[in-house]
Every structure is written in C-alpha cells, then in structure tokens.
C-alpha cells in the first residue's frame, strides 16, 4: 500500500513537473554570434540525464555530434528534420548547469540562418516541440533513476519486515518451548513434592529405627 502511495505521489510529481516544462524563444550569444534560439530550465537533473536524452531524441535526425572548441557548446552536424528543412541542418545546443537543473538551448542553423518564428511560426514550433521532448525525456530519465532508487528503499523495508517477521517466528517458537518446558518442570517440582513427604514420612520411620536399635544396644553394656 505504501508503495502504490509513492508511485501515485511520484506519478503526480512527474505529471506537474512535466507542465512546467515550457521552452522560450531567446536571443543568446553562441560561437556564431548572437542568434535566435530556444531555451528550456530542467530542473531537478543530471549532466548524463541531459546527454542521454538529447541523444534519444536526435537520432532520427541523422546528425553527428561535433564539439565546439573552448567552450561549452556543441552542434549536430548535418542533421535531417523535413519538419524544418528539405535540406540538411546544424543543431547548435548549450546546456548549462543552473542551481538544481540544467538550461537547455537549441539553435537552428538553417545554413547561414538561424531559425525564428518570424522566418516560420510553423516550422519554430516543430523545433520548440524537439526542445521539449528532449526536456520531458531528461526528466523522464531522472525520474527512473528516482523511482529505481525508491524501489531499492523499498525492497530493503520489504526484507527487513521479513526478518522481523522470521524473528517474531522464531521467537514465538521460542516461547512455545519454554512453555513445555516450563510446564514439564512444574510437573517434576509437584512430583518432588509429593516425594518429599513421602522421604520424609521414611527418615522419620528410620530415624525411630535407629533410636531403637540404639536402645538395644546400650541394653547389652548395662
């Protein structure tokens, strides 16, 4: 039951986090000068969970990697999106890390160019579309992380309520014997008992023995 609680808790996170997640058109020095582009704030990730996303959701596009020198930006080199080209184009990207997150920035550079919704409202909400999948999956790929983390808590609550509950197994056996056994010597205690006042009804008889053979005895020596 806490366990559904936590996957409904994270699920709902994950739901509210994801409304959040609105990329905006910006205008941002990159390596080719100050050009238009999109920036979206994912918060509450990993520099990996960014990484891997980005390259999940790229590959379609064909492009290769390739770093910008001296800096923290890198560019999809040749990369086929008919949504926004007939011809190839280059996916200049800068992720920076800000407080609990990472801002994520796309630059379309359609060959000299670089994509704006005044160039085309259309084609600038395909590229903001792409900007956002590549949010949602990071987060999406942290949330695994999270969820595998809190299974882990989970799984470790799970075996330890198993050992108690073997303990508590164990110990009722326990009890179960000390019982016998408490009633086994109950049993000896009221049978030495009954023992004992039968010696002692013995001693007394042999205790009236000797005295009496004593008697005989000093009989001889008058």
């Known amino acids: 039951m806490k366990y559904t609680f936590l996957?409904?808790?994270l699920f709902a996170y994950g739901?509210?986090?994801?409304?959040d997640l609105i990329p905006?058109?910006?205008?941002?020095?990159?390596?080719q000068g100050t050009q238009p582009g999109i920036s979206v704030f994912i918060p509450n990730v990993s520099d990996d969970n960014v990484e891997d996303a980005i390259k999940d959701v790229t590959k379609q596009y064909k492009g290769k990697v390739r770093k910008?020198?001296?800096?923290?930006?890198?560019?999809?080199d040749n990369a086929q999106i008919k949504e926004i080209s007939p011809n190839s184009i280059d996916i200049h990207q800068v992720v920076e890390k800000i407080d609990n997150g990472y801002k994520y920035t796309a630059f379309f550079n359609l060959g000299g160019k670089f994509l704006d919704s005044?160039?085309?409202?259309?084609?600038?909400?395909y590229a903001?579309?792409?900007?956002?999948?590549?949010a949602m999956k990071a987060s999406e790929l942290n949330m695994d992380e999270v969820i595998k983390d809190q299974n882990?808590?989970?799984s470790k609550l799970e075996d330890s309520k198993k050992d108690l509950i073997k303990e508590n197994e164990k110990a009722a056996k326990d009890i179960e014997k000390a019982k016998d056994l408490i009633a086994k010597k109950e049993n000896e205690i009221e049978d030495n008992l009954k023992m004992m006042e039968s010696r002692a009804s013995d001693i007394e008889k042999q205790r009236q023995r000797v005295i009496e053979y004593q008697n005989q005895r000093s009989a001889y020596t008058r």
């Open 118 to 125: 005044a160039y085309s409202s259309e084609k600038f909400a």
């Open 152 to 154: 882990k808590v989970y």
């Open 68 to 76: 910008i020198k001296r800096s923290d930006e890198n560019y999809i």
């Open 24 to 31: 905006a058109a910006v205008t941002q020095t990159m390596s």
């Open 7 to 9: 996957a409904i808790t």
């Open 128 to 134: 903001t579309s792409v900007v956002r999948k590549i």
């Open 15 to 19: 739901v509210g986090f994801s409304q």
